[in-house]
């Protein structure tokens, strides 16, 4: 497969989302590093983020939505939660949530859990995309399993070229680190 390389052009964008929608991977910038997204709410499409990283079938991913309301339609916000999104979205944390009962996000992104892990970013690239497809994109780091996580796209490149569909080039990640990830299942923070 010969990777799509996109800018960040409204056209490059239009294109991405054509690549998502079809069940394709495309590494996308965020403010920490590359993401390798897919349509989260596709089985097919998450299986080939596990196939093309090498990573685990049973260690989820992190699904990327556009807006808080987002969010709601797929996990179950606490009070604790709408204070913490308040703060820090969008932005560089994740939550884990009780999923809802019709949380359509894949199964496999979930690893078959009954939770489901959800972040915002802050990236005007990410977040035009998301917005574009309308749908949460699952997008762990774009690398390797075990590998470090990319922060620009030559470092995309050099683990994962030919095992993905597109790369949008946003330029190095501001942060250059993982989002900070809490979870609110079973032991919430006090």
Request: charge should be negative; aromatic fraction near 4%.
């Amino acid at each position: 497969m010969k990777t799509q390389h996109l800018g960040s052009s409204d056209q490059d964008i239009k294109r991405a989302v054509e690549l998502l929608a079809n069940g394709g991977l495309v590494a996308l910038p965020t403010e920490t590093v590359y993401g390798l997204g897919a349509d989260a709410l596709t089985d097919q499409a998450v299986a080939k983020i596990y196939e093309a990283k090498g990573r685990p079938s049973f260690n989820p991913l992190i699904s990327h939505m556009a807006s808080t309301e987002m969010a709601g339609d797929y996990a179950i916000l606490s009070d604790l939660a709408e204070k913490l999104i308040e703060a820090f979205w969008p932005g560089p944390m994740t939550l884990i949530l009780p999923a809802r009962q019709d949380c359509k996000i894949s199964k496999l992104a979930r690893a078959g859990l009954p939770s489901v892990a959800i972040r915002v970013p802050a990236h005007p690239i990410a977040q035009a995309l998301i917005s574009a497809l309308n749908r949460p994109i699952a997008a762990p780091s774009a690398n390797l399993s075990g590998r470090i996580s990319p922060t620009t796209k030559d470092h995309v490149i050099a683990g994962l070229d030919g095992r993905i569909d597109g790369l949008i080039d946003g330029g190095p990640c501001t942060m250059g680190v993982e989002s900070t990830i809490i979870s609110l299942i079973d032991h919430p923070i006090i």
